[in-house]
């Protein structure tokens, strides 16, 4: 449990975190920004940024009257952002062969939330080039209704949102230390089939 909150500390998720096993389902109340923050690291080479809405503004003769001071640190291994993000890409990559080419275009990872009652839903969903995380919830913490998850609320905002914004930089860039293993989901054994379509791909050192 430790190990958890020291990690949630180096991405800056600031809430107060109790050492409780129940951590492990992820019952912790956060902020969107620390949503992006923290979830934005496995994209990032492991490298947190703080995020912001304004990178710089312009006058009118096209002069830089601000810009952001952006904060970075790195704040996990590049090889176990590089795994991780693998495996948050493993949904993300069925989608996209099933949606075809409705799909925006290159790689993506993302996860979905909802708390209980279905009082709110989130997705969370990286590109090469941006993070993004959806939230639907009430102001009075209220049911939202029967059956309403992420994967029907928000993931479909995020989606189209990806679809305006996503321009370039169509894959992610892994650690080249690691190396591509296809895995049998269920047994955890490798598959020499490689055309086994119930196999994954992992990433291994």
Known sequence: IDNAINMARRVCITTEILPYPSLALGCLDVTLDQVVGACNVFANHGVYVRPHYIRWVKD?????????TIIKKQAMDHKIASQVLKVLGLGMHRLKNSIGEKWFGGD???KTGTTNDSRTSWFYGSTPELTTAIYIGRDDNKSLGQKIYGARTAFPIWFALSKQVTHTAPHFFYDPSLRQVMVDPITGALCHDKRNDQCISLLIS
């Open 60 to 68: 009118k003769l096209g002069v830089k009257i601000y810009k952001e």
């Open 108 to 110: 993506a990872a993302g």
